[in-house]
């Protein structure tokens, strides 16, 4: 079946740094892949998302490219605020085939930017 | 503008009651879904609709229920089978089966 594998958190780092979550997935054919983010005590928010190899989804300075080879879709931001503490999760849904009515999570990688 | 509406943002339930949480969406999609969030955890899926009058159970269906009579609404009761009921719940709706959800902001429900 699909599965997802996230970096483990926490995750801390100062205002300014680089960002990488790591996300691997396990999947038959070609799925899409989403980054979703949750801020305190909300829901889930779409960050990002790519559906086909070599796509790079792009929003608010995130970025992550689809990489057939490697199975990956890591997260990555050049410089990061405080405004983006957040859990950040990463997700699959496969092909239009049967089994693939739902989305898959990852376990969720918690980012806290300090000032 | 479209969107899930999740009510109310906070409930409170006595032992042994049952509560049942809103969800409704004017996103006019045809698959909606719940889940558990407890704290510092990932989702666990409740329950899933992909139409109106159907629905399957997720990975932790014991103790919830659902209804889907319209397609705008997809209502969880919490039942009192539901032994540690106090989470977070999410609703979620996708447009058909290759897209990603869109989330409500979810209801936080604590056991008194």
């Known amino acids: 079946g699909n599965s997802v594998t996230q970096m483990e958190g926490p995750v801390t780092l100062s205002e300014e740094a680089f960002l990488t979550i790591n996300c691997t997935y396990t999947a038959t054919g070609y799925p899409s892949l989403f980054w979703y983010v949750q801020y305190p005590g909300e829901g889930l928010q779409l960050l990002l998302k790519?559906?086909?190899?070599?796509d790079k989804g792009s929003n608010k300075g995130f970025e992550a490219t689809y990489r057939k080879e490697t199975t990956s879709f890591h997260l990555e931001k050049g410089s990061v605020q405080v405004s983006d503490s957040a859990v950040y999760f990463c997700a699959l849904r496969g092909p239009l085939t049967f089994g693939n009515e739902k989305l898959t999570f990852g376990t969720g990688t918690r980012l806290t930017i300090i000032p | 503008d479209g969107g899930i509406t999740q009510s109310p943002k906070y409930l409170f339930r006595k032992e042994g009651q049952n509560v049942t949480l809103s969800c409704e969406q004017n996103?006019?999609?045809?698959?909606m879904y719940w889940y558990r969030q407890d704290p510092g955890q990932g989702l666990r899926l409740i329950y899933y609709s992909q139409i109106v009058n159907d629905f399957q159970k997720g990975d932790i269906a014991e103790g919830y229920s659902v209804s889907r009579e319209k397609k705008e609404s997809f209502p969880l009761t919490v039942t009192s089978a539901q032994k540690n009921p106090t989470a977070f719940y999410l609703c979620?709706?996708?447009?058909?089966?290759?897209?990603?959800?869109?989330f409500g902001s979810g209801t936080r429900l604590t056991v008194v």
């Open positions: 790519a559906t086909k190899a070599d």
């Open positions: 979620a709706s996708s447009p058909d089966r290759a897209g990603g959800y869109t």
């Open positions: 996103l006019n999609h045809d698959a």
